[in-house]
């Protein structure tokens, strides 16, 4: 890749995470306002099962040796699109987004042919604030997709939480319980179904990843129609920087949808962080989600904190 005269580029190592996490930190405060990732999050992306940093990870050091960019492909079930992620020091570093972008698509189209695949979908987030960013995107041939929303809510007085509706119940998920685990997946398989993003796993492998999320257990629930499993609420320490709780995933299946499922399960949620100190909850929410669930997040107080915008286009397979 091209990088100014006395820069220079290597493949990342995990003693590398601190370097990596300053600069994703400058990066998530210039476009959202704060940081939105921890060591964990960066180790994590270093070690995911369809990554190996030794191929699919760059860093830019400039000519102090300061990490001031950092790349890394994202794919968490090894099949459909790939995700990359590119992260520059915004004042320092913002000339290197492009040759890192370039690599790394050359990288996609290395890993579609690995796969077998004429060609691979690839995509990548730009918010507000990146309009160079958005420009570089558009110059690389990529198209918008969607819009994702982030939304949140004081917990500072929150409300007792109301009684459920008639009939419907909410549970903690028992964690010990392997039934229980295969109870909730079926749950979040099902009710995501209807998704167009959305790219099923099976249990064996989406119970594998769970073990990052064993912090959180107390924070998962299940929701239930006079008895009938009906609903589930996954949460993540995603957002503790913030001293936030964190919907990671709210799955109501179809059949009991607009019957107060949802919203009980995010009242309870935001009941349960608030018992623990939490200034605030939030989540993310895909807007072109057919479900129509920012009418349901903004009925329990949620709103608009900001968005960011995904972008992707199709990378031919190396050699096609």
Not at 39 to 49: K, R, W
Not at 72 to 84: A, I
Not at 145 to 160: D, E, F, I, Q, V
Request: aromatic share 10%; net charge negative; glycine share 8%.
């Amino acid at each position: 890749m091209t990088l100014p005269v006395g820069w220079s580029a290597r493949r990342p190592t995990l003693d590398d995470v601190p370097a990596i996490l300053a600069v994703v930190h400058a990066a998530d405060t210039f476009a959202i306002g704060h940081p939105d990732f921890d060591a964990e999050d960066v180790e994590a992306a270093l070690t995911a099962p369809f990554v190996d940093p030794a191929l699919d990870s760059w860093l830019v050091s400039d000519h102090d040796g300061r990490v001031v960019g950092w790349t890394v492909v994202d794919n968490p079930t090894g099949v459909g699109r790939e995700f990359v992620g590119v992260f520059v020091d915004p004042v320092r570093a913002e000339a290197v987004r492009v040759p890192l972008l370039t690599r790394m698509l050359d990288r996609v189209a290395e890993r579609a042919a690995e796969r077998g695949l004429s060609a691979l979908t690839v995509r990548t987030t730009a918010c507000a604030p990146e309009t160079r960013w958005v420009a570089e995107l558009a110059e690389a041939g990529f198209t918008r997709a969607k819009r994702y929303m982030r939304m949140s809510r004081t917990l500072t007085g929150l409300p007792a939480e109301p009684p459920c509706p008639p009939g419907v119940t909410i549970r903690p998920l028992h964690a010990g319980d392997e039934a229980d685990l295969r109870l909730f997946h079926r749950i979040f398989d099902t009710a995501f179904r209807d998704t167009s993003d959305y790219e099923p796993v099976g249990y064996d492998q989406w119970r594998e990843h769970l073990p990052p999320y064993a912090r959180t257990w107390d924070e998962w629930f299940v929701a239930e129609v006079d008895g009938v499993p009906a609903g589930a609420l996954q949460s993540s320490d995603q957002a503790l920087e913030q001293d936030q709780g964190w919907v990671r995933t709210l799955s109501v299946l179809p059949a009991y949808r607009r019957h107060g499922v949802g919203a009980a399960l995010l009242r309870r949620a935001f009941t349960v962080y608030a018992a623990k100190g939490r200034r605030s909850a939030g989540l993310g929410v895909d807007l072109a989600n057919p479900t129509s669930p920012a009418t349901l997040y903004r009925s329990v107080g949620l709103n608009e904190a900001w968005w960011t915008d995904m972008y992707e286009q199709a990378v031919p397979a190396a050699g096609v």
